[in-house]
Nanobody, 125 residues
Framework: QVQLVESGGGLVQPGGSLRLSCAVS????????IGWFRQIPGKEREKLSC????????SYASSVKGRFTISKDKTKTPVYLQMNNLKSEDTAVYYC??????????????????WGQGTMVTVSS
């Protein structure tokens, strides 16, 4: 049974850091790319980053490039999203998802076939 579970969210002050985890089961990370997304209530889900199963290459949205880092250790550890220098506009629910195709920020959302339930990140003084 395919399952993805996010964790690591919480309240953090501006300029602080958090590391989110995406624990996966029912499949191997050797066979699927994984993406991270975020969503503010009432707004569209935003693609943030993805990581390739072929060579470990990564892609980042301009809004998080240089601040966020995606990483994984095949089949052994969760997929991580390290978030540094957090800003108030980073406040959102963060999701991880399994990609049917290949990692690219141009890939449509419906190419991700399984999603976690999300973890809330609040950046506030």
């Amino acid at each position: 049974q395919v399952q993805l579970v996010e964790s690591g969210g919480g309240l953090v002050q501006p300029g602080g850091s958090l590391r989110l985890s995406c624990a996966v089961s029912g499949f191997t990370l050797d066979n699927f790319d994984i993406g991270w997304f975020r969503q503010i209530p009432g707004k569209e889900r935003e693609k943030l980053s993805c990581i390739s199963e072929i060579d470990g290459s990564t892609s980042y949205a301009s809004s998080v490039k240089g601040r966020f880092t995606i990483s994984k250790d095949k089949t052994k550890t969760p997929v991580y999203l390290q978030m540094n220098n957090l800003k108030s506009e980073d406040t959102a629910v963060y999701y991880c998802a399994r990609l049917v195709g290949s990692c690219s920020l141009s890939v449509e959302l419906d190419e991700y076939d399984y999603w976690g339930q999300g973890t809330m990140v609040t950046v506030s003084s």
